[in-house]
C-alpha cells in the first residue's frame, strides 16, 4: 500500500499540485512561519515603491520592493518617560501617574512617533534633500550653542557632550536634518493657507457674538448610601474593565555609591596644575574665526550640463572683475549675487568660524589670506566668490589667568579619581557576582537598601529618577534577576540596582476594588439622578413654563444675564460652551437647555436674546491678527490632512507588546 501511495504521488500531476499549494503559503504564510513573535520594534511603516504605487500588500512583494521604517521598543520608551516627565512638571501633585500608565496614553505617544516616521518615509520616497548649508543654518541659530549672540564651537560641543545620552555634532546634524526633512512638505503647505475677507468678517461675527441668558443651578443630588446589588457591581465593573487594572511593579534593592566634595583649600602642587593646564589648554584657547563676504550664482544641483557651465561662467567672470585693482566686492555683490540674506549688505556674512559652513565652502575660506578674492567654489547653491576681509587669529591663554581653576580642577578629579576607583571595585565584585550586591556592598563599604513595590511614575527618591526607572523596568533586570550596569543619577553619584520581585500589569478583580465599584456607581446613580431632574425642567420650559417660576418653585434663585460674551464662565465654562451651542431662539420665545457640571450640579438655562457681533467694533490690527491666526489654523489642518493621506498609502503595524 506504502508503494502504491509513493508511485501515485511522484508524477507530474501531483508536482503541479503540491506547486500551486505553495504559491499561497509562500506569500501568505512564510510571513508568520519564519517572523511570528520576533518582532522587536514598537511599529512598523511600511511603504510601496515609487514606481509601483499599487504593488499588492502581500509579503513576498512587501519584502522585496517595500520601504520600510519602524520606531524601536528603545524610542518610544524614551519618548514615553520624557513625556511622563514633562506631565508630572507641568501637574506636580495633581499629576495621576497609574492613569499615565493606560494603553491609550502609550498609543497616544506611539502615534506621535508614527507619523514622524510617515513623514520621513515619504521624504525619502519624494527624494526631499537637505543642503548642509540649511541644517548649519538651523544649528547656528540654537540659542543654546550661542554666546552673546553668536554661535559658539566649544558651547555647541559641550552642549551636545552634555547631553543625555551624549552625541557627535555629526550625530546631532543628522537629525536635524532629518527633522528638516520631515517638517519641509507639511510647513510649506502649512504656510500656503490664506483666508478670504468673507470668512475673516464671517469669524469676526461669530467671535463677537453675545447672549442674553438665564440660568439655575441645581446643587448636586445627595450619593444615596443604600446597598448596592452584587449583579449592579459585576454590571458596572464588566463595562469599565479598563479602569481597574493594576500596574507593572517592581521592588528593588540597591546601593549607591557617592564621590566626596573636595576642600576648596586644599593644597595643590603647582607642577600637577601645570601638567593639567598643558592637557587641557585647548579649551581656553579661543577659536579662530574669519570676517567674510560672498557672491552668489545660483544654480540648482540637478540643473544640465549647460546651466552648470553657464553659471561657471559666470562665476568666474565676477571673480575677475573682484580681483582687479581697487574694485568694489561689496557693489558686486549688490548687483550680481542671487543670495538674498546678503546681496543687499554688499555679500557681508559675518564672523564665520570652523564648523559653520559646507566642506569646499569652508576648506576655500580658511586656506585664503586677508584680503584675497577667491576663484568660483561650487557648492548645493550654486557657485560662490569668496573675499576674505579680515582673520581674528586663536588667541592662547596663559597659566596664571586660569591658576585657580586648574588647582580647582587637580582637587576635583583626585577626588573622582576615589570614586571612579569605588565604582571599578564594585563594578568588579559584581562580575564576578552578577545575582546579587551584598559582595558588592561588602567591597565598598556600602549598605544595601530596598525599594517598596513600586509603579513606573510612583516612585520617590532614587526610584523617581527616569534612569533608574528604565534600567529596573527593563526585560533584562525584571527577567534575569541580575545587577544593573552604574547608573549615574547625577555627577558623582552612581547607583547598582537589582530588582527583587516583578510583577506585570493585570487586571483587577471585583473583589480588588469593590469599594472603588460601589462608590462610582452610587456616584453614576446620583448624576442620572441630577441629570433627569434637569431635563424634567427643560420639558417643562419647551411647554411654556417660565425658568423664574419653575426656579422659585424649588426654592431656587435664577439669575439673568445680559450679552455674555464666548468664553465667560457664567457660572462656569462648560455652561459656557453649551449656551452658544444653543440653537438662537425664535422672536418672542428662548432656548432652554442644561449642562451637567464637574460637581455633580446641573445649570438649566434658556438663551433669551443672541446679539451677533459687528467686525467694525475690531481694530484693523485685531482683524489683522484674526487672520493670521485662522491661516495659521487652517494651515495646520491641511497639514493633518497630508498626514492622513500619507498614512493611508502606508501600512502601520503596531506590537503592543513592546509598549
Known amino acids: 500500500m506504502l508503494q502504491a501511495l509513493r508511485d501515485k504521488t511522484s508524477g507530474w500531476i501531483a508536482i503541479a499540485i503540491v506547486a500551486v499549494l505553495a504559491v499561497p503559503f509562500a506569500f501568505f504564510g512564510m510571513e508568520q512561519y519564519l517572523f511570528q513573535n520576533n518582532a522587536d520594534y514598537a511599529a512598523k511603516v511600511e511603504a510601496p515603491p515609487k514606481w509601483w504605487r499599487s504593488a499588492p500588500d502581500v509579503w513576498l512583494v512587501r519584502k522585496l520592493a517595500w520601504s520600510t521604517t519602524e520606531v524601536s521598543a528603545e524610542e518610544f520608551r524614551q519618548a514615553f518617560d520624557a513625556m511622563r ?12 501617574a497609574r492613569g499615565f500608565e493606560t494603553m491609550e496614553s502609550k498609543r497616544e505617544i506611539l502615534e506621535q512617533l508614527i507619523d514622524r516616521a510617515v513623514l520621513a518615509l515619504a521624504a525619502e520616497r519624494a527624494n526631499i534633500v537637505v543642503g548642509n548649508e540649511q541644517v548649519q543654518a538651523i544649528i547656528a541659530s540654537i540659542p543654546a550653542f550661542q554666546v552673546d549672540g553668536r554661535f559658539d ?32 512638505v507639511p510647513q510649506a503647505i502649512a504656510e500656503s493657507a490664506f483666508v478670504t475677507a468673507g470668512e475673516s468678517q464671517r469669524l469676526m461675527r461669530l467671535l463677537g457674538e453675545r447672549r442674553d441668558v438665564s440660568f439655575v443651578v441645581l446643587p448636586p443630588v445627595a450619593v444615596d448610601e443604600a446597598p448596592v446589588a452584587d449583579a449592579d457591581l459585576q454590571a458596572w465593573f464588566e463595562s469599565h474593565a479598563n479602569r481597574y487594572r493594576a500596574p507593572e511593579q517592581v521592588a528593588l534593592e540597591y546601593i549607591e555609591v557617592r564621590g566626596e566634595n573636595a576642600s576648596a583649600d586644599g593644597a595643590v602642587d603647582e607642577a600637577d596644575a601645570r601638567a593639567h593646564f598643558e ?9 579662530e574665526r574669519r570676517l567674510a563676504s560672498h557672491i552668489l550664482v545660483e544654480v540648482p544641483a540637478d540643473a544640465d550640463a549647460a546651466a552648470q557651465q553657464a553659471a561657471q561662467a559666470k562665476a568666474a567672470d565676477i571673480a575677475a572683475q573682484a580681483k582687479q585693482p581697487g574694485a568694489d566686492f561689496a557693489a558686486l555683490a549688490r548687483a550680481e549675487s542671487d543670495d538674498p540674506g546678503s546681496n543687499q549688505g554688499g555679500g557681508d556674512l559675518g564672523w564665520i568660524e570652523t564648523g559653520m559652513m559646507a566642506g569646499p565652502f569652508e576648506d576655500t575660506l580658511f586656506a585664503m589670506q586677508a584680503g584675497q578674492v577667491s576663484d568660483p567654489v561650487r557648492t548645493d547653491f ?21 591658576r585657580e581653576e586648574m588647582e580647582r580642577e587637580v582637587r576635583d578629579n583626585a577626588g573622582s579619581q576615589v570614586y571612579n576607583e569605588q565604582v571599578g571595585r564594585i563594578v568588579d565584585e559584581i562580575n564576578r557576582h552578577p545575582m546579587s550586591l551584598e559582595q558588592a556592598a561588602a567591597a565598598a563599604q556600602a549598605q544595601v537598601r530596598t525599594i517598596a513595590p513600586f509603579a513606573r511614575g510612583a516612585g520617590s527618591g532614587i ?15 525584571t527577567q534575569d534577576g541580575t545587577v544593573s550596569d552604574p547608573i549615574e543619577i547625577a555627577p558623582n553619584h552612581t547607583v547598582f540596582i537589582r530588582v527583587t520581585s516583578h510583577t506585570p500589569e493585570r487586571a483587577q478583580t471585583l473583589d480588588e476594588v469593590r469599594t472603588r465599584v460601589t ?20 420639558a417643562e420650559i419647551q411647554g411654556g413654563a417660565t425658568l423664574q417660576s419653575l426656579a422659585e418653585a424649588r426654592s431656587l434663585e435664577a439669575t439673568s444675564v445680559p450679552g455674555v460674551p464666548r468664553g465667560a464662565p457664567v457660572p462656569d465654562a462648560s455652561a459656557n460652551q453649551a449656551y452658544f451651542r444653543a440653537l438662537a431662539p425664535a422672536e418672542g420665545a428662548t432656548t432652554p437647555g ?4 464637574a460637581d455633580g450640579s446641573a445649570v438649566v438655562f434658556t438663551v433669551d436674546r443672541v446679539i451677533v457681533g459687528d467686525p467694525a467694533e475690531a481694530s484693523e490690527q485685531e482683524q489683522t491678527m484674526l487672520r493670521q491666526q485662522l491661516g495659521a489654523l487652517l494651515g495646520s489642518e491641511d497639514a493633518e490632512v497630508l498626514q492622513r493621506a500619507l498614512r493611508s498609502e502606508m501600512k502601520i503595524t503596531v506590537n503592543e507588546a513592546r509598549l
Not at 550654486?382 to 586660569?402: K, S
Not at 526610584?463 to 526585560?475: K, L, R
Not at 452610587?522 to 434637569?534: G, K, L, S, V
Request: hydrophobic share 45%; proline share 5%.
Open 519 to 538: 462608590a462610582e456607581v452610587r456616584a453614576d446613580r446620583a448624576r442620572r439622578q441630577a441629570e433627569a431632574a434637569a431635563d424634567a425642567m427643560v
Open 153 to 184: 564651537p566649544q558651547r555647541y560641543q559641550l552642549a551636545l557632550q552634555s547631553a543625555q545620552p551624549p552625541r557627535t555634532p555629526r550625530e546631532f546634524e543628522a537629525s536635524v536634518r532629518l527633522d528638516l526633512q520631515r517638517a519641509l
Open 594 to 597: 442644561r449642562v451637567m457640571l
Open 382 to 402: 550654486g557657485w560662490h566668490v569668496l573675499q576674505l576681509r579680515e582673520v581674528d587669529a586663536a588667541r592662547p591663554v596663559a597659566f596664571e589667568d586660569v
Open 463 to 477: 526610584a523617581a529618577n527616569p534612569a533608574v526607572v528604565q534600567a529596573a523596568f527593563s526585560e533584562a533586570l
Open 85 to 96: 516627565e514633562q506631565r508630572r512638571e507641568a501637574e506636580g501633585e495633581n499629576f495621576d
Open 279 to 287: 592637557q587641557v589648554k585647548s579649551r581656553f584657547t579661543a577659536a
